[in-house]
């Protein structure tokens, strides 16, 4: 039977993902998913002792969602050439978020491409990933940066959508920046709102400028709705913006909650009502489950590698 691994901060979200797995296989099932945690212990000189299951079988998915990325990088380093070692033939990364995806160009002379040597390691530690709205900028897919032939790259993009048309019925939806025109497009083609993007330029981290679409906000609802937010300076440019524009009211709808430091605070203070997130990054701001999108993408990639032939579900013995 196919094993799902996680460690033991995630075993709510790996939790959601198994149930998920098991909906679709139904109760008919002859071989149900599972779960294991993985036992970590560190030691007073910070290193890990990792601890999987004695026995794997053929197919296993590790659940390791990379905000907060050093440490769990290290965790992945060691268990995957493990699990292979205790019998697992075809290796799956489920990451929701997919950390070091934005340096994917090096801006002066001997900056590290982190995008190209993560993803190059991943793509020799896994057979396959699973990652939702990646921060693609320069790259046209997901196999490019991470160089597997099961790459798969999810859209939390219509999720969001529903969950925002449900709140704001008729709002606009505005990317903050040029880069964030993918999913605001996408999300308002699903749902039928009118969408615009922000033209943004950046300073530094936390120094951004933020120009409004030539559109009248006036008395209007407006979501702004992006993959990510970080220092949340950048929406809170646009949300101060909208709101000297004379928009009635400014939410903010992410994939990925990452929200550093005072970034709430900082887009609170400039305006922003309420704001929704998917679970990819525990938040209170979580609104919108993944475990159904994850299971589906999961489910179709080790299907596909059973229907060629390989034992993806054999059990230990």
Known sequence: MPLLLCCDDETGPAGRLLTALRALDGDDAREPWTLAVIDRHRFPD???????????????????SLHQPNEKLVELLLAAPAARE?????????????????QDMAFTPGEVVSQRHLGRWLAAAFDGLITVDPHLHRVATLAEA?????????????????????????????????????????AAAT????AAVCRKVRRGDRDVQVELPALDVRGRAV???????????????????LRA????????AVTHALFVGDALAVMQAA???EVWSTDSVPHASNTVALAPLLAAALQRSVRSVAGSGTAAGAACR
Do not use: K
């Open 46 to 64: 910070g290193e890990w002792r990792l601890r999987l299951p004695a026995c794997m079988p053929a197919a296993v998915a590790v659940y390791r």
């Open 86 to 102: 205790l019998g697992a033939q075809r290796l799956w990364l489920v990451a929701p978020y997919l950390a070091y995806m934005r």
């Open 223 to 241: 979501v702004i709705l992006d993959d990510m937010a970080s220092t949340g300076r950048t929406v809170a440019r646009a949300a101060a913006a």
């Open 146 to 186: 991470v160089p597997l032939g099961d790459a798969q790259a999810l859209s939390a993009a219509p999720l969001l959508a529903q969950a925002i048309v449900a709140r704001r019925p008729g709002a606009l939806l505005l990317g903050p920046d040029e880069e964030s025109a993918q999913w605001v497009q996408q």
């Open 191 to 194: 749902v039928g709102l009118q």
């Open 245 to 252: 524009a004379g928009a009635v009211s400014v939410d903010v």
């Open 271 to 273: 305006g922003v009502g």
